[in-house]
Every structure is written in structure tokens, then in C-alpha cells.
């Protein structure tokens, strides 16, 4: 299937490793010019060799940068003014104990997970208001509807973007802009595996998964680890000209996780 995003250009935050990276080298497969971001320029470097290696002909930027702070934001946004499709993947999480997060981490979610789309949405949308086009979408989680008890931040930031993810799709009824937000389940991503490596004593990923599924997320339909590319492959829709009639939309790819009929 042709997707028609060829020639466009996105932007994808977060996106040295993890979703984000999945969702850049799929749009870039698709012949979109990619713009990937990360903190570390030897992550970003390591991630265009890869996108390049698989596939040469690609258009592929990198911007260093922690885009949690404003100042880096509007850099970015100087360096790369015209942006067709911003993919707000950039996120961390955090599992903490409800009475041991302070203030300061509350503040350090939200200037991650929150600020940085809000801040690159309102940088772009301008342009696309301009060419009345555009495709903007946040990476939010299961998360957003079901707050894990053990991250309550986190989830809490996560339904902080479906308010702004619908907000903005408002805001840009009756043109040709959509705003989606796309919740996965729990996902396989380069973070998830370090973390369980961290907390498992050695327990290998599989045995992990199994007792994951039996114990902490019990109401999984797949009853496994979704792949980064799974995701990938909604977000990539989603940003295609063919998902024109889908906006404002809560989007899951959570592998049945959250028991509901819509």
C-alpha cells in the first residue's frame, strides 16, 4: 500500500532508540525525509547508519538536544522550520512509590512528557495551518486510562497529552490537519529490557514476560510484549494522507490491555 508520504518531512521526538526509532525508520522507508532527536549525538549517529544501512536512499537529520527545555525546542524549530508530520514520541517512566516523588520529579515528567509535544505543536502547527496540511500525533499509553499505582506521575502525564491531543484536533477542525494520540501497551523497547534486566535478578526476558502477564497485567488479550514495529506500523498510518478521517482520536495499541468496548 502506497501511503503517500513521500517527500514529506517528520519530525519524530525521542527518537535515537526505543518507539520513537521505529517509528522514524518506518516513515523514512516510506520515503518521508526523517528528522530523528535524541541527548547523545553518537546514539543519533548509530541511528541514521542503521536507517541508512537498511535503506540508502533515505533522507535522514539528526538534532541533539533535550527537548524538555524550551531553548532546545526553539533551536530545533530554527533549524528545521518546515515540518509536515510531528510524532511526539519522547517520554520516560519512572515506577516510584506515590509518597516518595517530590515536586521536582513531578515538574521533571511534565517537562518531558508533556511540555516538549506542547512546545513542538505550537512551533509547527503555524506551517501546517499554512499549507493546511499536517498530521501531529502524541505517543501517549495505556497508561493514560488505566494509572499504573506504581508510576502514578507517569500515568498522569500520559493523560495529560490525551487532553492536548483533543484540544488540538479541536482547535483544527475543518482543515486538513489531524491530531491522534496512539496509547501502547507494554512494548519491548531497548528502556523496557534495561529496566527488567535491572529489577529481574537475572531472570531472563521470557520468564519475566510470562509472569508479567499473569500478575501485573492480567487483562492482556496477546499476553506478551508488543515490538516497537507493531506500534510503528499504527503511527505510520496514522501520518499517512489515507488516515485523513481520523482525528482526535485516543488510538490503542495495547494488545487488549485496557477492557473496554471503545
Known amino acids: 500500500m502506497d501511503l503517500q508520504i513521500a517527500g514529506k518531512k517528520a519530525l519524530i521526538s525521542?527518537?535515537?532508540?526505543?518507539?520513537?526509532?521505529?517509528?522514524?525508520?518506518?516513515?523514512?522507508?516510506?520515503?518521508?525525509?526523517?528528522?530523528?532527536?535524541?541527548?547523545?549525538?553518537?546514539?543519533?549517529a548509530a541511528?541514521?547508519?542503521?536507517?541508512?544501512?537498511?535503506?540508502?536512499?533515505a533522507h535522514v537529520a539528526c538534532f541533539a538536544g533535550d527537548l524538555s527545555n524550551s531553548d532546545a525546542c526553539n533551536q530545533l524549530a530554527s533549524e528545521h522550520p518546515k515540518i509536515d508530520i510531528l510524532v511526539n514520541a519522547l517520554g520516560i517512566f519512572e515506577p516510584k512509590d506515590f509518597l516518595d516523588i517530590p515536586d521536582e520529579d513531578w515538574e521533571?515528567?511534565?517537562?518531558?512528557?508533556?511540555?516538549?509535544?506542547?512546545?513542538l505543536s505550537r512551533a509547527y502547527l503555524p506551517y501546517m495551518q499554512e499549507k493546511d496540511w499536517g498530521r501531529i500525533i502524541f505517543i501517549s499509553s495505556e497508561s493514560a486510562v488505566q494509572i499504573p499505582q506504581e508510576m502514578i506521575h507517569y500515568g498522569t502525564?500520559?493523560?495529560?497529552?490525551?487532553?492536548?491531543?483533543?484540544?488540538?484536533?479541536?482547535?483544527?477542525?475543518?482543515?486538513?490537519?489531524?491530531?491522534?494520540?496512539?496509547?501502547?501497551?507494554?512494548t519491548r523497547s531497548e528502556g523496557v529490557v534495561e529496566f527488567v534486566d535491572q529489577i529481574s535478578g537475572g531472570q531472563n526476558f521470557e520468564e519475566f514476560e510470562k509472569e508479567f502477564f499473569q500478575s501485573v497485567r492480567p487483562s492482556s488479550l496477546i499476553k506478551r510484549f508488543a515490538d516497537v514495529q507493531e506500534v510503528a506500523n499504527m503511527v505510520t498510518y496514522l501520518c499517512s494522507p489515507l488516515a485523513s478521517a481520523t482525528t482526535g482520536s485516543a488510538i490503542r495499541v495495547d494488545g487488549g490491555v485496557v477492557k473496554a468496548c471503545v
Open 14 to 44: 525521542g527518537s535515537s532508540q526505543g518507539i520513537g526509532f521505529a517509528i522514524a525508520k518506518t516513515l523514512a522507508a516510506e520515503g518521508a525525509h526523517v528528522v530523528i532527536n535524541g541527548r547523545s549525538e553518537d546514539k543519533l
Open 47 to 57: 541511528a541514521k547508519q542503521i536507517i541508512l544501512t537498511e535503506h540508502p536512499k
Open 108 to 119: 521533571r515528567f511534565f517537562n518531558v512528557n508533556v511540555l516538549s509535544g506542547v512546545r
Open 157 to 186: 502525564t500520559k493523560t495529560a497529552q490525551l487532553a492536548v491531543s483533543r484540544g488540538l484536533a479541536e482547535t483544527c477542525a475543518g482543515t486538513g490537519i489531524t491530531v491522534n494520540a496512539v496509547l501502547p501497551g507494554p
